[in-house]
């Protein structure tokens, strides 16, 4: 038996999206959505946040997706996909919007959606191209997919998978497994340990504020977006790592997934002891 049940807008892609806008960026996202009410409250809270959603299609024969998250009394998550509408992307569709992958400044991927539309839009977009590889692959990714990412975000399970490695992840084996992959910057996220930095051949270790996590969903996804942001700000990959860990941090002070998303203001609110 479980408590209450709790309805929020989310999405891997939409989380990140609006962290990036509430952080202030300007953002457009690229995606399906579903033919219903889910797929109605999702564009709404998206536009709420001033996101473009231009290219944001809607599908008459998919729901929505939707995810079902269970948070234990510590705030951990364990989450169950139904990617409905999402699993209709296509490169086609990525096309259709290939003025808005030119002129962007970053370009933010996930994998919710197939892989043939996370790959056109990795080799069609004018600027940098992150990659935060989540869900988890089943399998390592293409290397011509990540010859065309610029930074590449996985938690230490998916840098595993990516690699092909079978067992536990500590710090000094991820930045050892890191330097196996052709993207230039790889950013491996550890939870309430910060993160790890592998780029230019060094290996930078960003500690976490310490909080009492709420709720650690979205807390990833907020992380991306952080990251986003710094980098459109000329941030270097290690600054941004530093702010983007300060804005996960802060995310898992509140419950939800884009309610608990904050501004920068709310960034430093949420961090005081």
């Known amino acids: 038996m479980g408590g209450d049940l ?38 709404a809270a998206l536009e709420a946040d001033g996101v473009d959603t231009s290219h944001l299609l809607t599908t008459a024969e998919s729901p929505n997706g939707v995810a079902l998250i269970a948070v234990d009394s510590g705030g951990d998550n364990a989450i169950v996909v139904s ?3 999402n699993a209709r992307l296509s490169p086609r569709d990525v096309a259709a919007a290939g003025p808005i992958l030119a ?3 970053v370009t933010l991927l996930q994998l919710e959606v197939p892989l043939a539309a996370v790959a056109a839009a990795a080799a069609a ?10 869900p988890a692959p089943s399998e390592p990714l293409p290397d011509s997919l990540l010859r065309n990412v610029d930074v590449l975000v996985p938690n230490q ?12 992840v500590d710090a000094v084996l991820a930045a050892e497994l890191a330097t196996r992959l ?16 592998v780029a230019d051949g060094k290996t930078t270790h960003v500690a ?13 996804d907020s992380f991306c ?19 983007a860990v300060r804005v996960g941090a802060a995310t898992t002070r509140r419950s939800g997934a884009q309610p608990s998303l904050p501004t920068p203001a709310e960034v430093e609110a949420l961090l005081r002891p």
């Open 225 to 243: 977006g952080a990251l986003a942001d710094a980098l459109v700000r000329g941030a270097t990959i290690v600054e941004a790592a530093e702010w």
């Open 6 to 43: 709790h309805r929020y807008p989310g999405g891997k892609g939409a989380n990140q999206a609006v962290a990036a806008a509430r952080l202030g960026r300007k953002v457009a996202m690229i995606g399906r959505l579903g033919d219903d009410e889910g797929g109605s409250i999702l564009r």
């Open 157 to 168: 399970t998916e840098l595993a998978t990516l690699t092909g490695h079978h067992g536990p």
């Open 125 to 134: 977009a004018g600027g940098t191209v992150v990659l935060n590889p989540a």
């Open 83 to 85: 990617p409905g509408a």
């Open 103 to 105: 002129a962007a400044a």
């Open 208 to 220: 976490a504020p310490v909080v009492e996590p709420v709720d650690t969903t979205a807390a990833g």
């Open 182 to 197: 052709p993207s230039p910057a790889v950013v491996i996220t550890l939870g309430a340990e910060g993160a790890l930095v």
